[in-house]
């Protein structure tokens, strides 16, 4: 049975503080509250698609922060549908420093199964150049906790932020897998405005990385999640026209994880010395081996390598054999 998400935004509610990147409303597309009822209509809708096995997602904002009485409100609702064995769980997003033991206690009580914490990155300079608000150990605290009650982790982290490298970038990945979550987001940072990223933005301050630099960067860190077994449920920002319109620069491409894919294709070819090859690939793969108008190709030529594809559907989609 698919697997589905029912997602309830909570926009902003809670955040002690005003990152860096953030502009809720551009990210989510949402401003008003959910109410009680606004949950039970997103789940009797979805519940109208058989053949998925339901979880109900609360994203958005700081969720373990918003008022207690309202954060209560919302899991009443939503715990019916688990008692009712109608939805398989509940997940939640919040700040690594909104965690502690009282807490977690609460949710289990109400059906929470999986807990999503915002790290972005895992080096405190970054973290204090975007106004986060919480330290790596912080996130380190958490994470442990989270995992001693028994909830699935999740981590999210950001690629491009203020003061961020490549190397940190990798650093951070190499940090969150030490901590064995269950799954991992990746957002490259996008430059939206009225936020202080675009502030450094405009004063050239700050440099983001374009769609292309981050699916590069994000194509070193995907295999090494991939090769510790933590699914990554999330390769990009979702397509929206309101982040298209307040975009100013970054990290933003409809089909981001393909760049990516693109990108992970050609750097297996790049990790061998320049000289002529046969690369044998599945024909579904053929246009992610070439890069969008063909700038893969042109990026192996200019490196030195000259490359004859041959189609083989034995093999699985997005693998290569390379003679």
């Known amino acids: 049975m698919k697997k589905g998400n ?23 597309g949402h401003t008003c509250q959910p109410t009680p009822q606004d949950v039970d209509k997103a789940v009797q809708t979805a519940l109208k698609s058989k053949g998925f096995e339901y979880e109900i997602a609360f994203f958005g ?3 373990t922060a918003i008022d207690r009485e309202y954060m209560l409100s919302l ?23 909104c965690i502690d033991e009282e807490i977690l206690t609460l949710l289990k009580e109400y059906g929470v199964t999986s807990i999503e914490l915002g790290a972005q990155s895992m080096d405190d300079e970054v973290l204090l150049a975007n106004r986060r608000g919480h330290t790596s150990k912080d996130v380190v605290n958490a994470s442990n906790l989270i995992k001693s009650f028994g909830f699935e982790l999740g981590l999210q982290m950001m690629t491009g932020l203020y003061k961020d490298t490549k190397e940190k970038a990798l650093k951070t990945a190499e940090k969150i897998i030490e901590l064995e979550p269950k799954t991992v ?3 490259p940072t996008v430059v939206l405005k009225g936020t202080y990223l675009a502030d450094l933005y405009l004063s050239g301050e700050y440099k983001p990385l374009n769609a292309d630099e981050s699916a590069e960067l994000c194509a070193k860190l995907v295999p090494l999640f991939e090769k510790n077994n933590i699914k990554i449920i999330r390769l990009g920002l979702h397509s929206s026209e309101d982040i298209k319109k307040n975009m100013l620069a970054g990290g933003f491409h409809d089909s981001f994880g393909e760049l990516v894919k693109s990108r992970i294709m050609v750097d297996k070819i790049l990790a061998l010395p320049p000289a002529d090859y046969e690369v044998a690939v599945n024909s579904r793969s053929l246009s992610k081996l070439k890069g969008n108008k063909k700038s893969n190709i042109y990026l192996l030529i200019e490196r030195g390598y000259n490359i ?7 093999l699985d989609v997005d693998e290569l054999e390379i003679k």
Not at 308 to 314: P, Y
């Open 6 to 28: 029912i997602s309830i935004f909570v926009p902003h509610l809670g955040c002690p503080c005003q990152c860096s990147f953030c502009n809720q409303k551009t990210i989510t």
């Open 61 to 63: 904002g700081s969720f």
């Open 75 to 97: 899991l009443k609702a939503a715990n019916k549908y688990i008692k009712s064995n109608e939805v398989k769980g509940i997940r939640i997003s919040t700040r690594p420093d």
């Open 185 to 187: 987001r990746i957002y």
């Open 308 to 314: 004859k594809i041959v189609i083989d559907n034995s």
